[in-house]
């Protein structure tokens, strides 16, 4: 395992992190408290210091977990993420939820409490709730950094146009900016180029992707089982024509390398040029995390990254392809002008 500075910031954390969203039987699957720990200790052991986790991951059961396993494993040498915003579905406090300054609070609290810990390495805002003034949220969080509760902040979920805000004001006001930014990406779901990736990169922000196989998809364990996969995901991902013939080109170079289709897949956004990309991996089984993290130990090539990155191409539309390379912007000298910035 190698580290990377995370964002713009002078914070080490490995190249991959661990996604605790499975930790506990809960909300009725996931893993087991004995699993769990296999699973954090054999991410300790492969050279992993980075944990994700959030208030609301298994009611609370995640935190509780990682709490336990870093009480015993040490506490200062892992870099701990957790995130606030989400309530329970049954809630009928209208303030135990959202990103008002009241429920960071009340979340940065039992987080603490949970995680057996006196500070959060990061903290993230889980979900933009459209209600909450950027202001007061970037403030909030800047006092939870000058009150030691909070090393730095990062943002989850949220549109490009909020984020980009946020980190102006934060900047202006001398607050604590967004340093990381995570986002559902995978080959079946590529929308985040359009604004998200750019902004990040724009931004000099690190980007955290989560849902890199689609639970399962591109691991190529429905590609004769097509209802199953749309039963699994009716809203999302399925596997329709375009799809299928993602997952048949991960099956291929799986093939041509001897690694996974789940490594394939994986290796592909880590080696994503549009931003500093540090996936999350989440697992149900320590073998599953296993061959995940075998992704460090080799690389596709540049000819096995473009056949994917062409089978899984979107159409990025306005204002994309309207810019990029506009003779009526360069005239004639594009060429020879040297781009630093693109």
């Known amino acids: 395992m190698r580290y990377q ?8 954390v490995s190249e991959l992190c661990l996604g605790t969203m499975t930790f506990g039987e809960t909300w009725g699957w996931g893993a087991s408290k004995d699993e769990s720990r296999r699973q954090f200790d054999l991410f300790v052991e492969r050279g992993g210091n980075f944990i994700d986790t959030s208030v609301n991951y298994t009611d609370g ?15 200062s040498r892992f870099v701990v993420a957790t995130k606030y915003t989400l309530t329970k579905p049954d809630s009928t406090d209208p303030n135990s939820g959202g990103n008002s ?16 810990t006196d500070y959060l390495d990061v903290y993230y805002l889980h979900m933009w709730d459209y209600l909450t003034p950027v ?24 549109p490009a146009y909020i984020v980009a805000e946020a980190n102006t004001l934060a900047e202006l006001r001398g607050w604590s900016p967004f340093i990381g930014l995570q986002i559902p990406y ?3 779901d590529r929308a985040v180029e359009r604004d998200l990736l750019p902004m990040a990169r724009h931004r000099e922000m690190a980007v955290l992707p989560w849902g890199l196989l689609e639970a ?15 039963r699994l995901n009716p809203d999302n991902v399925k596997l329709n024509d375009r799809s299928q013939a993602v997952v048949l080109e991960v099956q291929r170079i799986a093939q041509e390398t001897g690694r996974s289709m789940a490594q394939v897949a994986i290796n592909w956004v880590r080696q994503q040029p549009q931003a500093q990309m540090i996936p999350i991996l989440g697992a149900r089984t320590a073998e599953q995390l296993a061959d995940n993290l075998a992704v460090v130990d080799w690389r596709l090539t540049d ?10 191409q979107i159409d990025l539309g306005f204002p994309h ?22």
């Open 303 to 312: 000819e096995q990254w473009q056949r994917l990155d062409a089978a899984s």
């Open 61 to 75: 059961t995640s935190e509780e977990f990682v709490g336990e396993f870093l009480h015993d494993a040490g506490r």
């Open 135 to 158: 202001e007061e949220v970037m403030r909030g969080l800047d006092d939870l950094v000058r009150a030691g509760k909070v090393v730095y902040v990062a943002v989850s979920d949220t």
């Open 186 to 188: 995978s080959l079946l």
């Open 5 to 12: 500075l995370l964002g713009k910031s002078g914070l080490r």
């Open 216 to 230: 399962g998809i591109l691991t190529g364990k429905f590609l004769n089982k097509p209802d199953a996969a749309t």
């Open 101 to 116: 300054r009241k429920n960071m609070v009340q979340s940065v609290e039992r987080s603490l409490k949970r995680l057996r």
């Open 321 to 342: 392809g309207f810019l990029n390379g506009n003779p009526y912007i360069f005239g004639a000298t594009f060429s020879q002008i040297d781009k630093p910035r693109r």
